[in-house]
């Protein structure tokens, strides 16, 4: 690809060899009609199925598409990987279940022009639907709330899987995260607000997938690792000096 483009869009992927198809040739659909340049990156995190595989026969159909591989395991290590190999503007990630459809992104990239730097998925603020059991929606409010009163106050819905980064942004916060696992989205945003960037959190239609892999205990793991976040920034592991930009949260 010569030209650089507007946007990457990066999706980690473990074992997805039955539900990524449907979600690229989805995606392929509607970002046909769009009238900028942009590139696909999946990234392969260890897969012990066909989804290789099913990548690899994509790319023959579709340039625009590519596969990297991430040999360390974690969808925070995956989607560090995914930015680091991005050539595009802005750099989102989203889920290979297709739970946020990329129409939802292209859409989303506007709000880029208002002089945001990050713009992320919200299911909690209004005009969001979220298709989800209550034995979902529950831990993730409680974990949000805990979120909030640790690192992030103000922000709805941290673990929403779609999330746009300016260029600038992403080879800043990607390189120095230490969470290669669930809760790095917590990290990223709090390395964002740390660093000043301007963050907008816009309404995201949430579909539930029945056969998600999110276990309690992966909750679990999410609230020790903002823990870990906490004490991180507190004690400046991550050595950032100062803020550069005004940060600006809406």
Not at 19 to 34: F, S
Not at 41 to 65: A, C, M, Q
Not at 83 to 97: I, Q
Request: hydrophobic letters at 40%.
């Amino acid at each position: 690809m010569d030209k650089k483009p507007r946007l990457s869009i990066i999706i980690p992927a473990y074992n997805e060899a039955k539900r990524l198809p449907l979600t690229l040739v989805d995606m392929k659909r509607h970002l046909e009609t769009v009238d900028f340049s942009y590139e696909v990156i999946v990234v392969d995190n260890g897969s012990k199925d066909n989804t290789v595989d099913i990548v690899l026969r994509f790319e023959h159909l579709w340039n625009e598409l590519r596969l990297i591989e991430c040999a360390i395991k974690g969808k925070g290590a995956a989607v560090q990987k995914g930015m680091e190999e991005a050539k595009g503007e802005f750099r989102a990630f989203v889920d290979a279940d297709n739970s946020i459809s990329i129409d939802q992104v292209i859409e989303a990239l506007k709000l880029t022009d208002k002089g945001y730097d990050i713009v992320i998925g919200s299911r909690d603020i209004e005009g969001a639907k979220r298709d989800q059991p209550l034995f979902r929606k529950l831990p993730g409010k409680m974990g949000n709330w805990f979120i909030q009163l640790m690192v992030l106050p103000g922000l709805k819905d941290t673990q929403c899987p779609f999330k746009i980064f300016s260029e600038r942004a992403a080879n800043e916060i990607f390189p120095i995260i230490k969470v290669k696992h669930w809760g790095f989205d917590v990290e990223i945003l709090s390395l964002a607000k740390r660093l000043g960037y301007k963050i907008k959190e816009t309404p995201a239609i949430f579909i539930n997938d029945p056969n998600s892999r999110i276990k309690l205990s992966s909750y679990i793991e999410v609230l020790w690792e903002v823990c870990k976040v906490r004490w991180w920034l507190w004690t400046n592991t991550y050595k950032i000096k100062s803020k550069k930009l005004k940060s600006k949260n809406k």
